[in-house]
Nanobody, 131 residues
């Protein structure tokens, strides 16, 4: 069965770092776009960073630019989100998704264009940043 598995969440103090991983099982990331989204209690889901594995284009939300880095290891079929200088407002459940229709379109993927019914979803991983 094809699915995504996230890992790497946890509790960290403000200013600290975490690295999230999103591993694909049962399918390949090669021709997909992969997106990291987050949702905090009482808030709408937010696109954090998205990468297109077809051309390497990347988009970051303004709120994480300069602090977060997305990368893809095709050999491991895994996408990473390195999160540095974490702030309490980064606290949320982080989800990775993957979708073929957004390949080459990371901006539109992250900004929520389209029907948002992505091909693959992970189960989510909690990130909590204490002040």
């Amino acid at each position: 069965e094809a699915h995504l598995v996230e890992s790497g969440g946890g509790l960290v103090q403000a200013g600290g770092s975490l690295r999230l991983s999103c591993a694909a099982s049962g399918f390949s990331f090669d021709d997909l776009a992969i997106g990291w989204f987050r949702q905090a209690p009482g808030k709408e889901r937010e696109g954090v960073s998205c990468i297109s594995n077809t051309d390497g284009t990347i988009h970051y939300a303004d709120s994480v630019k300069g602090r977060f880095t997305i990368s893809s290891d095709n050999a491991k079929n895994t996408v990473y989100l390195q999160m540095n200088s974490l702030k309490p407002e980064d606290t949320a459940v982080y989800y990775c998704t993957a979708d073929r229709q957004y390949a080459g379109l990371p901006y539109y993927y992250c900004e929520g264009y389209g029907d948002r019914r992505y091909d693959y979803w992970g189960q989510g991983t909690q990130v909590t940043v204490s002040s």
